[in-house]
């Protein structure tokens, strides 16, 4: 039986918790959570990080425990997982981009009149629905850019967990260094950001985010190693390295970008820096028990299980809202939004998560049946 950690359930919704208010300080009236201190609730980018990381160390527990699947079973799972959920939002979306949007908003900013703005028809709905193929993927839901790479990633999952098993912890690190390396030499040529390229789902950046899923695979590998390594160091030092990864986490966005000029080069690089921070939260969150208490608390495991629901659908609710009351009841309209966000996320996770999962599990047992019936 796979063990499930739920203080890493906690910390996935904290992320997309984060990625809310995130969106909330692309707002003009407010900006003010970009700044220190609110940045530390506000960290966006970085909570990717983290949900790549999450994924790696979640996806590796599946396909080696006990009742591991085979690569079809893997592979039904995921796509119920990740794209019933995503087709729904992208559709819903576009539902509410169709009845809602009139024109862009003056009083907004830049960030909600590119997400929704004139000219989004049946052809960017089209593409969104092909998903895994290079499309501009900021319009209609502007989080979906990051399940493109979540979905691709998935669907070569097992071979790199037979890489990062069969090889020594060097070779797996140095591997997704070369990757990241190989991503940012082919970009930096061209003066393309890191980000631009995400956003229009090109191949390349998968070979850089594979690195996240490779950190979290090699986390539940040595796992049993790394806590009892660690447990005879004191709390108090154990708790300085969480403070640490934090600050590393959440402040590296605004640091970077007034050490480092060029864009290409700051973009790579807040990940490269990023990933220790991920590296040192994730390991502390099995490791250091009062750490792993304060995540098992009961409204952060609810709020890590409509996680993927909160990012998913937020920004439909957030947009919708605010288009619908147009250049009137400015800050009115954002609390509305913030109000409805979590009921609807709630919603989702019923009634659109839950029975995806279902189906997924429902269909893998399927065809682990035909395949035991063929067997016999």
């Given at each position: 039986?796979?063990?499930?950690?739920?203080?890493?359930?906690?910390?996935?919704?904290?992320?997309?918790?984060?990625?809310?208010?995130?969106?909330?300080?692309?707002?003009?009236?407010?900006?003010?959570?970009?700044?220190?201190?609110?940045?530390?609730?506000?960290?966006?980018?970085?909570?990717?990080?983290?949900?790549?990381?999450?994924?790696?160390?979640?996806?590796?527990?599946?396909?080696?425990?006990?009742?591991?699947?085979?690569?079809?079973?893997?592979?039904?799972?995921?796509?119920?997982?990740?794209?019933?959920?995503?087709?729904?939002?992208?559709?819903?979306a576009y539902a509410a981009y169709c009845v809602l949007y009139r024109s862009n908003l003056s009083w907004t900013g830049e960030w909600v009149n590119e997400a929704w703005h004139a000219g989004i028809d049946r052809h960017d709905l089209l593409n969104h629905i092909y998903f895994l193929i290079p499309f501009s993927n900021s319009t209609l839901d502007p989080v979906?850019?990051?399940?493109?790479?979540?979905?691709?990633?998935?669907?070569?999952?097992?071979?790199?967990?037979?890489?990062?098993?069969?090889?020594?912890?060097?070779?797996?690190?140095?591997?997704?260094?070369?990757?990241?390396?190989?991503?940012?030499?082919?970009?930096?040529?061209?003066?393309?950001?890191?980000?631009?390229?995400?956003?229009?789902?090109?191949?390349?950046?998968?070979?850089?985010?594979?690195?996240?899923?490779?950190?979290?695979?090699?986390?539940?590998?040595?796992?049993?190693?790394?806590?009892?390594?660690?447990?005879?160091?004191?709390?108090?030092?154990?708790?300085?390295?969480?403070?640490?990864?934090?600050?590393?986490?959440?402040?590296?966005?605004?640091?970077?970008?007034?050490?480092?000029?060029?864009?290409?080069?700051?973009?790579?690089?807040?990940?490269?820096?990023?990933?220790?921070?991920?590296?040192?939260?994730?390991?502390?969150?099995?490791?250091?028990?009062?750490?792993?208490?304060?995540?098992?608390?009961?409204?952060?495991?609810?709020?890590?299980?409509?996680?993927?629901?909160?990012?998913?659908?937020?920004?439909?609710?957030?947009?919708?809202?605010?288009?619908?009351?147009?250049?009137?009841?400015?800050?009115?309209?954002?609390?509305?939004?913030?109000?409805?966000?979590?009921?609807?996320?709630?919603?989702?996770?019923?009634?659109?998560?839950?029975?995806?999962?279902?189906?997924?599990?429902?269909?893998?047992?399927?065809?682990?049946?035909?395949?035991?019936?063929?067997?016999?």
């Amino acid at each position: 039986m796979t063990t499930r950690y739920h203080q890493l359930d906690s910390l996935r919704g904290i992320a997309a918790l984060t990625v809310v208010f995130n969106h909330y300080s692309q707002i003009t009236l407010t900006r003010w959570l970009q700044h220190v201190p609110w940045r530390v609730i506000a960290e966006g980018h970085s909570a990717v990080i983290l949900f790549f990381a999450l994924s790696g160390f979640a996806l590796t527990l599946q396909v080696t425990g006990e009742s591991r699947p085979g690569f079809a079973e893997f592979v039904v799972k995921r796509v119920c997982r990740i794209y019933i959920p995503y087709l729904f939002a992208v559709l819903a979306a576009y539902a509410a981009y169709c009845v809602l949007y009139r024109s862009n908003l003056s009083w907004t900013g830049e960030w909600v009149n590119e997400a929704w703005h004139a000219g989004i028809d049946r052809h960017d709905l089209l593409n969104h629905i092909y998903f895994l193929i290079p499309f501009s993927n900021s319009t209609l839901d502007p989080v979906l850019w990051s399940l493109v790479y979540e979905m691709r990633i998935s669907l070569i999952f097992p071979i790199l967990i037979v890489v990062v098993f069969a090889m020594p912890l060097w070779f797996s690190i140095a591997l997704s260094a070369g990757l990241s390396l190989a991503a940012f030499g082919y970009y930096f040529p061209l003066h393309r950001t890191l980000m631009e390229a995400s956003l229009r789902g090109e191949w390349i950046p998968t070979i850089h985010y594979m690195s996240m899923f490779v950190l979290g695979a090699l986390i539940a590998r040595y796992r049993d190693a790394i806590v009892s390594k660690l447990a005879p160091i004191s709390p108090r030092w154990l708790f300085g390295a969480l403070v640490i990864s934090l600050a590393l986490y959440v402040l590296v966005g605004s640091v970077n970008r007034h050490l480092i000029s060029n864009d290409v080069l700051r973009g790579f690089a807040d990940d490269w820096v990023v990933l220790p921070a991920v590296t040192g939260i994730l390991i502390l969150a099995i490791s250091l028990r009062p750490f792993a208490d304060f995540l098992a608390a009961r409204p952060l495991v609810f709020l890590g299980k409509i996680s993927f629901s909160l990012y998913l659908l937020h920004c439909i609710v957030l947009l919708g809202v605010l288009h619908y009351f147009g250049e009137t009841y400015h800050g009115m309209s954002m609390l509305i939004a913030a109000v409805l966000i979590l009921p609807v996320s709630i919603a989702g996770y019923y009634a659109i998560e839950k029975p995806s999962i279902r189906l997924g599990r429902y269909l893998s047992r399927s065809k682990h049946r035909g395949r035991a019936t063929l067997g016999a």
